[in-house]
């Protein structure tokens, strides 16, 4: 059984330009958050999707944007990028459902580097 | 809102002394309580989980900690530390609802032989 999967590894963009991450959930899993871990920071809750809607919200600006997809599977997107924006961008998942609280399994991450 | 205040950045301990990583949180009920390790490069690899009942909870990698309302903690304890704990451990914070984790900064520990 997979776990979270997240393509790529490594990017690196410069000041200004688009970038799209995408991340797989763990099998069964329907519901996908996305976290940003600046260096030495902890991760930082980005937003999070469920049945394709966004869920809930971070502080994060509108450059900031997502999808998810029939299969679960979900897309980052990060607009205009910004020198602040290097970081690890880390994707879990879990099952869905509001009430009560599912683990989240976290996949390896995404690491951006803005130049 | 909630949060979570890791007041270590960075601790050195050595192999096989104990070890205790403190973490306060704040939520306005009964929250959700994790403990994650981290090493170099790689993603969140979950240690433990407080969702209620018993207090003190064992976790992977002969890790237990206590949660204590009264204090608003949730530390992080190992009896003997191993050279291969070394890694940066986040304490984070979850509430019932909606599935947003809150982290702390996370400590840093270092072990020498």
């Known amino acids: 059984d997979a776990g979270v999967t997240q393509s790529p590894t490594h990017l690196i963009k410069t000041r200004g330009q688009q970038v799209t991450l995408r991340c797989s959930p763990k099998?069964?899993?329907?519901?996908v958050s996305w976290y940003q871990q600046a260096l030495g920071q902890g991760p930082q809750f980005i937003f999070q999707y469920y049945e394709e809607e966004e869920r809930q919200r971070g502080n994060f600006p509108d450059r900031f944007s997502g999808h998810q997809f029939p299969n679960y599977s979900s897309e980052l997107n990060v607009n205009a990028l910004l020198l602040g924006d290097s970081a690890l961008y880390l994707c879990?998942?879990?099952?869905?459902?509001?009430?009560?609280?599912?683990?989240?399994?976290f996949g390896p991450g995404t690491r951006l580097t803005v130049l | 809102a909630q949060s979570v205040t890791q007041p270590d950045i960075h601790i050195t301990v050595s192999e096989g002394a104990s070890l205790e990583l403190r973490c306060n949180y704040s939520y306005g009920a009964t929250p959700y309580l994790f403990w994650y390790v981290q090493s170099p490069g790689q993603g969140l690899q979950l240690l433990l989980k407080?969702?209620?009942?018993?207090?003190l909870v064992q976790g992977i990698k002969g890790f237990e900690a206590e949660f204590k309302r009264s204090q608003s903690s949730f530390n992080l304890r190992k009896p003997s530390v191993h050279w291969s704990d070394a890694a940066e451990y986040f304490c984070a914070v979850a509430g019932r609802g909606y599935q947003k984790v809150t982290f702390g900064t996370g400590t840093k520990l270092q072990v020498i032989p």
């Open positions: 879990a998942s879990s099952l869905g459902g509001q009430g009560n609280y599912n683990e989240q399994f």
């Open positions: 099998s069964g899993h329907d519901t």
């Open positions: 407080y969702f209620s009942g018993d207090t």
